[in-house]
């Protein structure tokens, strides 16, 4: 085993984030029951895991498409500079669109990202977030679903990181740094 100075507790196990998903998804399915295609924006890299539970549980036809933003670098402090990397592929204008985030923290990072997709003009557009940390907030924001709450925890596994490592953990742990770390 490679050598981690860090422990991860389970916070949230595999079955009941797809039992939340399962739920989240049968209300999105009703509220865009009558979008003809909605496109799927998923946040590089964190939502890569989120993004394909939910597709496959929604009702309606979808087209999945990606958009990378930065927030965090290899650090665990969020920074204030939130910069685009990599654009969409295809166009939302006109378009019924529902932007998936693995985990808001500040707000910085979807604030910013929901100002840049509204100058493409979509037709409607939501957000949804695995998991919150509403007491990190800095900038009023409010996704339309939330899969979690969680408290003030650095957090990995199910897609997200911690410098680039643990993303493929199937449940939501809590980093907790051993002695040995200092
Ligand atoms: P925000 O701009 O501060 O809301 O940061 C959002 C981004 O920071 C998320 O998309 C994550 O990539 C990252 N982030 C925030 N909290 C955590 C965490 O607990 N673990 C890993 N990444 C996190
Ligand atoms: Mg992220």
């Known amino acids: 085993m490679p050598h981690r100075p860090y422990v991860i507790d389970e916070l949230i196990s595999a079955k009941a984030i797809a039992a939340r ?31 394909a539970d939910l597709v496959r549980e929604l009702k309606l036809p979808v087209e999945v498409d990606f958009l990378e933003a930065s927030s965090y670098g290899n650090a665990m402090e969020s920074s204030r500079e939130v910069r685009i990397f990599k654009d969409l592929r295809g166009t939302i204008e006109g378009r019924d669109v529902l932007v998936v985030e693995d985990i808001i923290d500040t707000g910085h990072t979807l604030a910013h990202v929901n100002d840049y997709l509204k100058t493409k003009h979509p037709a409607r557009m939501k957000t949804i977030a695995l998991l919150d940390k509403p007491a990190r907030r800095e900038v009023d924001f409010k996704a339309d679903w939330i899969g979690f709450e969680i408290p003030d925890e ?27 770390a200092k």
């Not at 865009?32 to 799927?40: G, H, I, N, Q």
């Not at 997200?160 to 040995?180: E, S």
């Open 21 to 51: 998903i399962e739920h989240l998804a049968r209300e999105i399915s009703q509220v865009f029951e009558d979008t003809d295609k909605l496109v799927v924006v998923g946040l590089l890299r964190g939502s890569f895991v989120f993004i």
């Open 154 to 180: 650095f957090v990995v596994g199910y897609g997200i990181d911690f410098a680039q490592r643990d993303r493929n953990l199937p449940h939501i742990g809590k980093v907790r740094f051993t002695d040995d």
